[in-house]
C-alpha cells in the first residue's frame, strides 16, 4: 500500500513539473504527511472508542449507585421496624409483667376473705354434711391459688427474673417435711408415702430450699394424683462429688396409671398434659412439670421421666449441690450441745474449723491467745451449765510460749472447769514437759480423725437444745398475756377476716385504716406486732413503716416494733421491697390461720429487743463506758477545726443506712451481709468516738465471721440502742443550725 502510494505521488508531482532532486524531496514529504493523516485518524478513533467506554462506564456506576442507596432505604427501613417492633415487644412485656401483678394482687384479695373464713368454719361447730360442703369449698379455693402461683412462676422463668437464692440447708429435713405435708392427702387414697435417702448422701447442702421443695412437692403431689392403690417414694442418691460440690439424683417413682411413650415428649411443654382426659379428669393447668423443668435447668440440672402404661411412673431430675465446708454424711450419736474454745492465730484454721464443728452440733469460740482462753473459760466455769466448755482444741504454733501454762492452768477444776484439752500440731516439736494425758493430733486431721477424737475426748457430750451465748437480755414475756396487734387494712373484707383470725388466736386487735392513721396509734400505743398492708390511701404501708424507723431512731427505743407486711403484693421482689422499707417480715395473701399463729409466734416478746443490760462478759470488763470519746473528736477539731462537724453530719446520715443493711441481714440470716455492714459501721464509728458503738459492730462482725453468732437480731438491736444514744450524743455536739 505504501508503494502504491509512492507511484501515485511520484507521477503527480511529474505532472506538476516537480523533477530531479526535488522530486524526492516532495516524495518524501507527501508520504509523511500520508502518515501522520492516518496516525491522527486512528488515535481519534481509539479516543471516541475509550470515551465511549467510560461513558458506559459512568452509566453503569450511576445505576450501582442508585441500587446500593435504595439497599441502604431497605436496610434502614428494616431496622426502623425492628426497633419499633423491640420497642413494642419490650412494652408488651412489661404490660404483662403489670398485668400479672395486677392480676395477682385482684385475685389474691377475694381469695383472703374466702379461705380464712373456710378454715374458721371448719373449726366450728357444722353437721357432718355442712363440713363437707366447707372442705370442698376450701379445696376448690386452695386450687385456684395454687393455679394462681404456677401462672406467676411462669411468668417470671418466662421472662428470666426468677433468681435463685443460696443458703445452708439439712436436706433430710426438707424432704421430711414434703413428705409431712403430703402424708394427709396419700392416706385419705390409701396410698404408701416413703422417704428413702441413700447412704453416703450428704445432709447439710447449700443451694435453694425453697425451689427444691416446690420440684419435690409437685412431683410427689401428681404421683399421689394419678396414683389409685400402692405407694409413692421418694429417693435421693449421690452420684459423683467434686470437690466444692455433689451431684444429686432425687426420683419420685409411683404405681400410677403409667404415660405412654408419645406422650411423655410433650410432658414437659407449658400447658401440656398427658391427653385432654387428663385435664377433665384430673385438673390442672399443665404448667406444674414445665416450671419444675425450667427451675432444674437454673439449677443446672435436667429432668426426665421413666414411664409404662399400667406400670407407674418414675420422675427424676439431677442437680448439682454445694459442698457445706466440712460436712459429713449423717451419723448416729451426734455431738449436739457441746461447747468448744478453739485457740489459733491461723485464719485458715479458724475458718475451717469454725464451718465444720457446727455441722456436727457443737458451739465453736475462738480466740488468739491463751490469756483470752482462760478467761473465757473462768466466765463459763462461773455462769455453769450450758455456758461451760467441753473441750479446749488448742494450736500449738500459736501459743508455742505458753502451751504448758495452758495444760498446768486446766488441771485447776474449780476454776477453769472440766474441760478437756486437744492440742493441733503441724511440723513444730512438741514439749516434753506436757503431760502425759494430753491429746495431740496433727493440725490438718482428716474430719472423720478429728469428730472420733472429740467423741472420745472423755466428757459427756450435753443432749440439750443448743442454748444461745449470754450476750444479750431481752424482755421477758409473759406466756399468759395476750399479744396486742395493730392492724393496719383499708379493705374491709381483709379488716374482718384478720381480725377474726386473730380473736381465734387469742390476740387483742387494734385497727387502723391507712399508714397515717396507723403512725398516731402507734405514738400512743404499746403494741407487740404490726401487720401492715401496703397499699392503702392517705399514706401507704411502705411509707409508713420508714416512717416509724425514723421516730424509732430520734426516741431512745427500749424495744424495736416488729412490723410485719400483710399484702396480696407476690410478685418478684415484693418481699425485698418490704424489707427494704423496714419491715421485719412478709405474709402473702391469703393469710391462713397457721400462718398468721406461726408469724406471731416469731416476733412475740420482740425479738428485735434492745438488752436491758450488758453481758456479764462486759460488765467485768467496763462499767458504763462514755458514749463517745472526746478525746477522739478534741484532737479531730485541733487537726481539721470545724471540717469535723461535716465528718459528724455525713456519719449520722450514713450510720442509720448501715443498721438498716444489718436488720435486713439478720432477718435473712446472711452472714456475709452482716459482716460487711458491721465492718464499715465500726470503723466509721471509732473514727468519731463511738467506741462503744464500735465495739458492739466489731462483736456483730466477729461472729458473723466465725459461725458463732447466735442472736444476731439481739446484736442488731444492742446497736440500734447504742445508735440512738451516739446520734443524740453527736447532735449536741454540732453548732445549732447545722
Same mark, same amino acid.
Given at each position: 500500500?505504501?508503494?502504491?502510494?509512492?507511484?501515485?505521488?511520484?507521477?503527480?508531482?511529474?505532472?506538476?513539473?516537480?523533477?530531479?532532486?526535488?522530486?524526492?524531496?516532495?516524495?518524501?514529504?507527501?508520504?509523511?504527511?500520508?502518515?501522520?493523516? *492516518?496516525?491522527?485518524?486512528?488515535?481519534?478513533?481509539?479516543?471516541? @472508542?475509550?470515551?465511549? %467506554?467510560?461513558?458506559?462506564?459512568?452509566? =453503569?456506576?450511576?445505576?450501582?449507585? #442508585?441500587?446500593?442507596?435504595?439497599?441502604?432505604?431497605?436496610?434502614?427501613?428494616?431496622?426502623?421496624?425492628?426497633?419499633?417492633?423491640?420497642?413494642?415487644?419490650? #412494652?408488651?412485656?412489661?404490660?404483662?409483667?403489670?398485668?400479672?401483678?395486677?392480676?395477682?394482687?385482684?385475685?389474691?384479695?377475694?381469695?383472703?376473705?374466702?379461705?380464712?373464713?373456710?378454715?374458721?368454719? /371448719?373449726?366450728?361447730?357444722?353437721?357432718?354434711?355442712?363440713?363437707?360442703?366447707?372442705?370442698?369449698? !376450701?379445696?376448690?379455693?386452695?386450687?385456684?391459688?395454687?393455679?394462681? $402461683? $404456677?401462672?406467676? @412462676?411462669?411468668?417470671?422463668?418466662?421472662?428470666?427474673?426468677?433468681?435463685?437464692?443460696? !443458703?445452708?440447708?439439712?436436706?433430710?429435713?426438707? /424432704?421430711?417435711?414434703?413428705?409431712?405435708?403430703?402424708?394427709?392427702?396419700?392416706?385419705?387414697?390409701?396410698?404408701?408415702?416413703?422417704?428413702?435417702?441413700?447412704?453416703?448422701?450428704?445432709?447439710?447442702?447449700?443451694?435453694?430450699?425453697?425451689?427444691?421443695?416446690?420440684?419435690?412437692?409437685?412431683?410427689?403431689?401428681?404421683?399421689?394424683?394419678? *396414683?389409685?392403690?400402692?405407694?409413692?417414694?421418694?429417693?435421693?442418691?449421690?452420684?459423683?462429688?467434686?470437690?466444692?460440690?455433689?451431684?444429686?439424683?432425687?426420683?419420685?417413682?409411683?404405681?400410677?396409671?403409667?404415660?405412654?411413650?408419645?406422650?411423655?415428649?410433650?410432658?414437659?411443654?407449658?400447658?401440656?398434659?398427658?391427653?385432654?382426659? !387428663?385435664?377433665?379428669?384430673?385438673?390442672?393447668?399443665?404448667?406444674?412439670?414445665?416450671? +419444675? =423443668?425450667?427451675?432444674?435447668?437454673?439449677?443446672?440440672?435436667?429432668?426426665?421421666?421413666?414411664?409404662?402404661?399400667?406400670?407407674?411412673?418414675?420422675?427424676?431430675?439431677?442437680?448439682?449441690?454445694?459442698?457445706?465446708?466440712?460436712?459429713?454424711?449423717?451419723?448416729?450419736?451426734?455431738?449436739?450441745?457441746?461447747?468448744?474454745?478453739?485457740?489459733?492465730?491461723?485464719?485458715?484454721?479458724?475458718?475451717?474449723? !469454725?464451718?465444720?464443728?457446727?455441722?456436727?452440733?457443737?458451739?465453736?469460740?475462738?480466740?488468739?491467745?491463751?490469756?483470752?482462753?482462760?478467761? =473465757?473459760?473462768?466466765?463459763?466455769?462461773?455462769?455453769? %451449765?450450758?455456758?461451760?466448755?467441753?473441750?479446749?482444741?488448742?494450736?500449738?504454733?500459736?501459743?508455742?510460749?505458753?502451751?504448758?501454762?495452758?495444760?498446768?492452768?486446766?488441771?485447776?477444776?474449780?476454776?477453769?472447769?472440766?474441760?478437756?484439752?486437744?492440742?493441733?500440731?503441724?511440723?513444730?516439736?512438741?514439749?516434753? $514437759?506436757?503431760?502425759?494425758?494430753?491429746?495431740?493430733?496433727?493440725?490438718?486431721?482428716? @474430719?472423720? $480423725?478429728?469428730?472420733?477424737?472429740? #467423741?472420745?475426748?472423755?466428757?459427756?457430750?450435753?443432749?440439750?437444745?443448743?442454748?444461745?451465748?449470754?450476750?444479750?437480755?431481752?424482755?421477758?414475756?409473759?406466756?399468759?398475756?395476750?399479744?396486742?396487734?395493730?392492724?393496719? %387494712?383499708?379493705? &374491709?373484707?381483709?379488716? /374482718?377476716?384478720?381480725?377474726?383470725?386473730?380473736?381465734?388466736?387469742?390476740?387483742? +386487735?387494734?385497727?387502723?385504716?391507712?399508714?397515717?392513721?396507723?403512725?398516731?396509734?402507734? @405514738?400512743?400505743?404499746?403494741?407487740?406486732?404490726?401487720?401492715?398492708?401496703?397499699?392503702?390511701?392517705?399514706?401507704?404501708?411502705?411509707?409508713?413503716?420508714?416512717?416509724?424507723?425514723?421516730?424509732?431512731?430520734?426516741?431512745?427505743?427500749?424495744?424495736?416494733?416488729?412490723?410485719?407486711?400483710?399484702?396480696?403484693?407476690?410478685?418478684?421482689?415484693?418481699?425485698?421491697?418490704?424489707?427494704?422499707?423496714?419491715?421485719?417480715?412478709?405474709?402473702?395473701?391469703?393469710?391462713?390461720?397457721?400462718?398468721?399463729?406461726? +408469724?406471731?409466734?416469731?416476733?412475740?416478746?420482740?425479738?428485735?429487743?434492745?438488752?436491758?443490760?450488758?453481758?456479764?462478759?462486759?460488765?467485768?470488763?467496763?462499767?458504763?463506758?462514755?458514749?463517745?470519746?472526746?478525746?477522739?473528736?478534741?484532737?479531730?477539731?485541733?487537726?481539721?477545726?470545724?471540717?469535723?462537724?461535716?465528718?459528724?453530719?455525713?456519719?449520722? %446520715?450514713?450510720?442509720?443506712?448501715?443498721?438498716?443493711?444489718?436488720?435486713?441481714?439478720?432477718? #435473712?440470716?446472711?452472714?456475709?451481709?452482716? =459482716?460487711?455492714?458491721?465492718? *464499715?459501721?465500726?470503723?466509721?464509728?471509732?473514727?468519731?468516738?463511738?467506741?462503744?458503738?464500735?465495739?458492739?459492730?466489731?462483736?456483730?462482725?466477729?461472729?458473723?465471721?466465725?459461725?458463732?453468732?447466735?442472736?444476731?437480731?439481739?446484736?442488731?438491736?444492742?446497736?440500734?440502742?447504742?445508735?440512738?444514744?451516739?446520734?443524740?450524743?453527736?447532735?449536741?455536739?454540732? &453548732?445549732?443550725?447545722?
Amino acid at each position: 500500500m505504501g508503494g502504491a502510494a509512492g507511484v501515485a505521488v511520484s507521477l503527480g508531482l511529474a505532472q506538476f513539473g516537480v523533477q530531479g532532486p526535488w522530486q524526492g524531496v516532495a516524495l518524501a514529504l507527501a508520504l509523511l504527511a500520508l502518515f501522520a493523516t *492516518t496516525t491522527v485518524a486512528l488515535t481519534a478513533g481509539k479516543q471516541q @472508542d475509550l470515551l465511549a %467506554e467510560q461513558s458506559e462506564r459512568g452509566r =453503569r456506576g450511576e445505576a450501582e449507585v #442508585s441500587a446500593l442507596q435504595l439497599e441502604i432505604s431497605r436496610h434502614t427501613k428494616l431496622e426502623q421496624e425492628l426497633t419499633k417492633a423491640k420497642q413494642a415487644a419490650e #412494652s408488651a412485656v412489661m404490660a404483662k409483667g403489670e398485668f400479672l401483678a395486677t392480676m395477682s394482687h385482684e385475685i389474691r384479695t377475694p381469695l383472703n376473705g374466702i379461705v380464712p373464713m373456710l378454715d374458721l368454719l /371448719m373449726h366450728s361447730r357444722m353437721q357432718p354434711d355442712q363440713q363437707e360442703l366447707v372442705k370442698t369449698a !376450701t379445696a376448690s379455693a386452695q386450687q385456684l391459688l395454687r393455679i394462681v $402461683d $404456677d401462672i406467676l @412462676d411462669y411468668s417470671k422463668l418466662e421472662a428470666d427474673r426468677l433468681d435463685l437464692e443460696t !443458703t445452708t440447708f439439712n436436706l433430710r429435713e426438707l /424432704m421430711e417435711s414434703v413428705i409431712t405435708l403430703m402424708e394427709r392427702t396419700a392416706e385419705a387414697k390409701g396410698l404408701r408415702l416413703q422417704l428413702i435417702i441413700e447412704q453416703g448422701v450428704r445432709l447439710p447442702v447449700r443451694g435453694d430450699p425453697v425451689r427444691l421443695r416446690q420440684i419435690l412437692s409437685n412431683l410427689i403431689s401428681n404421683a399421689i394424683k394419678f *396414683t389409685e392403690r400402692g405407694s409413692v417414694t421418694l429417693s435421693v442418691k449421690r452420684q459423683r462429688e467434686t470437690a466444692a460440690q455433689h451431684q444429686l439424683r432425687f426420683e419420685v417413682r409411683d404405681t400410677g396409671i403409667g404415660i405412654d411413650p408419645e406422650a411423655q415428649e410433650r410432658l414437659f411443654q407449658a400447658f401440656s398434659q398427658a391427653d385432654a382426659s !387428663t385435664t377433665r379428669l384430673y385438673g390442672g393447668t399443665g404448667l406444674g412439670l414445665a416450671i +419444675c =423443668r425450667r427451675i432444674v435447668t437454673l439449677m443446672g440440672g435436667r429432668i426426665g421421666v421413666e414411664s409404662e402404661l399400667g406400670r407407674g411412673s418414675a420422675f427424676w431430675f439431677e442437680i448439682p449441690l454445694l459442698k457445706v465446708q466440712g460436712d459429713m454424711p449423717a451419723q448416729s450419736g451426734d455431738l449436739h450441745g457441746g461447747r468448744v474454745l478453739l485457740i489459733t492465730t491461723d485464719q485458715r484454721l479458724r475458718m475451717r474449723l !469454725t464451718m465444720l464443728l457446727p455441722n456436727w452440733g457443737l458451739r465453736v469460740t475462738a480466740v488468739e491467745n491463751t490469756h483470752d482462753a482462760l478467761e =473465757r473459760l473462768r466466765q463459763a466455769t462461773n455462769q455453769g %451449765e450450758p455456758w461451760s466448755y467441753s473441750v479446749v482444741l488448742a494450736d500449738l504454733a500459736s501459743i508455742r510460749a505458753t502451751a504448758l501454762a495452758l495444760a498446768r492452768n486446766l488441771e485447776r477444776k474449780n476454776q477453769y472447769g472440766e474441760a478437756r484439752l486437744v492440742y493441733l500440731r503441724g511440723d513444730e516439736s512438741t514439749s516434753q $514437759d506436757l503431760p502425759l494425758a494430753t491429746t495431740v493430733i496433727p493440725r490438718n486431721a482428716e @474430719d472423720a $480423725d478429728l469428730r472420733s477424737v472429740l #467423741s472420745a475426748s472423755g466428757v459427756s457430750w450435753a443432749r440439750h437444745e443448743a442454748h444461745p451465748a449470754p450476750a444479750v437480755k431481752a424482755k421477758n414475756v409473759d406466756p399468759s398475756r395476750k399479744s396486742r396487734i395493730l392492724l393496719v %387494712e383499708d379493705n &374491709p373484707v381483709n379488716l /374482718m377476716v384478720a381480725q377474726r383470725l386473730l380473736q381465734v388466736l387469742g390476740a387483742e +386487735c387494734d385497727t387502723a385504716g391507712n399508714g397515717q392513721a396507723a403512725l398516731e396509734k402507734l @405514738d400512743g400505743g404499746n403494741y407487740d406486732l404490726v401487720l401492715m398492708d401496703c397499699q392503702m390511701p392517705v399514706l401507704d404501708g411502705y411509707a409508713a413503716t420508714r416512717r416509724w424507723r425514723e421516730i424509732e431512731q430520734e426516741r431512745k427505743p427500749t424495744q424495736r416494733l416488729p412490723i410485719v407486711a400483710m399484702t396480696a403484693n407476690a410478685m418478684a421482689g415484693d418481699r425485698q421491697k418490704c424489707l427494704d422499707a423496714g419491715m421485719d417480715d412478709y405474709l402473702a395473701k391469703p393469710v391462713t390461720r397457721g400462718d398468721l399463729e406461726r +408469724c406471731i409466734e416469731r416476733w412475740r416478746g420482740a425479738s428485735l429487743s434492745v438488752p436491758e443490760t450488758l453481758p456479764p462478759a462486759e460488765q467485768m470488763a467496763a462499767r458504763s463506758p462514755p458514749v463517745l470519746n472526746a478525746g477522739v473528736l478534741d484532737e479531730l477539731r485541733e487537726v481539721l477545726g470545724s471540717e469535723v462537724d461535716k465528718i459528724i453530719a455525713v456519719y449520722l %446520715e450514713d450510720a442509720p443506712r448501715l443498721i438498716a443493711q444489718l436488720e435486713r441481714a439478720a432477718v #435473712s440470716g446472711d452472714p456475709i451481709a452482716l =459482716r460487711v455492714a458491721a465492718h *464499715t459501721l465500726k470503723s466509721s464509728s471509732a473514727n468519731v468516738g463511738a467506741t462503744t458503738l464500735s465495739d458492739a459492730a466489731r462483736d456483730l462482725e466477729h461472729g458473723a465471721r466465725d459461725g458463732t453468732l447466735t442472736q444476731p437480731a439481739s446484736a442488731v438491736a444492742r446497736i440500734v440502742g447504742e445508735y440512738a444514744q451516739v446520734r443524740a450524743a453527736l447532735q449536741a455536739k454540732l &453548732p445549732a443550725g447545722h
